[in-house]
T-cell receptor, first 106, second 115 residues
Framework: GIQVEQSPPDLILQEGANSTLRCNFS?????LQWFHQNPWGQLINLFY???GTKQNGRLSATTVATERYSLLYISSSQTTDSGVYFC????????FGAGTTVTVRA | NAGVMQNPRHLVRRRGQEARLRCSPM?????VYWYRQLPEEGLKFMVY????????ESGMPKERFSAEFPKEGPSILRIQQVVRGDSAAYFC?????????????FGDGTRLSIL
């Protein structure tokens, strides 16, 4: 199956800071999604981004499919951004990375 | 426009009992996927179903676990004779059609606790 590696595993931020999360994958894919799992365990769909760049408020993502990586940018972080961020890629069934645990301190 | 609906949100069972988890896909979606998140782990694929068909169950444990998606009604993930190791969050996702270029939409999950 497709291997997905996320880095860093943990990230501690001061409120207002910016950060970049990375996702590397081992094979070409047609689907890449970023999720935020909040402290209540809900999976929030952030981006469907098999290629290119998208922005949604303070979050943006870029996928370079030919080089098999994707980046998630968090700008002006807030405490509500805390949680685990997952990257998942698909050859129809999603393969998830281990996640990046983000803690934003006030 | 309801999203993927899972119920119950929380389910407590004693060892040896049966657990039934339900998933209603988004309106217009005919493809359902189940994933399991064990404590302190990431999410792992379990099974992929279309109406009345199991397409891929390569992630399902060989024993005690089964899944169905009948012509009418929700998809059901059934765990027989539960053990403590079955304690996990079970997520359901749906997509409108097959193909790896379709985003999957997730429900809020069912948290299963085994006493």
């Amino acid at each position: 199956g497709i291997q997905v590696e996320q880095s860093p595993p943990d990230l501690i931020l001061q409120e207002g800071a910016n950060s970049t999360l990375r996702c590397n994958f081992s094979d070409s894919v047609n689907n890449l999604q970023w999720f935020h799992q909040n402290p209540w365990g809900q999976l929030i769909n952030l981006f469907y981004i098999p290629s290119g760049t998208k922005q949604n408020g303070r979050l943006s993502a870029t996928t370079v499919a030919t080089e098999r990586y994707s980046l998630l940018y968090i700008s002006s972080s807030q405490t509500t951004d805390s949680g685990v961020y997952f990257c998942a890629v698909s050859d129809y069934k999603l393969s998830f990375g281990a996640g990046t645990t983000v803690t934003v301190r006030a | 426009n309801a999203g993927v609906m899972q119920n119950p949100r929380h389910l407590v069972r004693r060892r040896g009992q049966e657990a039934r988890l339900r998933c209603s896909p988004m309106k217009g979606h005919s493809h359902v996927y189940w994933y399991r998140q064990l404590p302190e782990e990431g999410l792992k694929f379990m099974v992929y179903l279309q109406k009345e068909n199991i397409i891929d169950e390569s992630g399902m444990p060989k024993e005690r676990f089964s899944a169905e998606f009948p012509k009418e009604g929700p998809s059901i993930l059934r765990i027989q004779q539960v053990v403590r190791g079955d304690s996990a969050a079970y997520f359901c996702a749906s997509s409108p059609r097959t193909g790896s270029d379709q985003p999957q939409h997730f429900g809020d999950g069912t948290r299963l606790s085994i006493l």
